[in-house]
């Protein structure tokens, strides 16, 4: 995981708003979320079973999350890379794959794999958040 400065931290929003603008770029809310903090993701690079996100932490202000007017406050933004496993899960669950078909969610095989060429994936983190930022039709409270 690469940590990294930029200009949506500490900016705050409507969460509905943010998440139907950032829709249209890609990034997504993470469905898994505690209801005073998410994160929105955005695929910056696949490929061979490894992925790499750009993820855009936030916490609730004001309001439940997953609310349209829920009030959010992001945090500091981050990339990750997950490797996964293309092949068949022998674990606990093998017995439901074979019962009940194939499973399409696998487990990573590492939540957090080494990133080469960190300055490239922080660039393009910043690229992407600019993107979206300056596509807003009303600026974010700072």
Known sequence: MIQF???IEGKKAEFGYIRDSFERFGCS???NFEYHEGKFDSILHRKDGETIYLRMPFRVIDGELDHHSAYIEFGRPFVI????NFGLDYDENSLLTVT?????????IDKDGEIKDKNQWVQAGEQK???MLNSL???LVS
């Open 5 to 7: 400065e930029s200009s």
């Open 81 to 84: 890379k997950h490797v996964v």
């Open 129 to 131: 958040i600019d993107e």
């Open 100 to 108: 009940g078909g194939l499973s399409q969610f696998q487990e990573p």
């Open 137 to 139: 039709e009303t600026d």
């Open 29 to 31: 809310f993470c469905s």
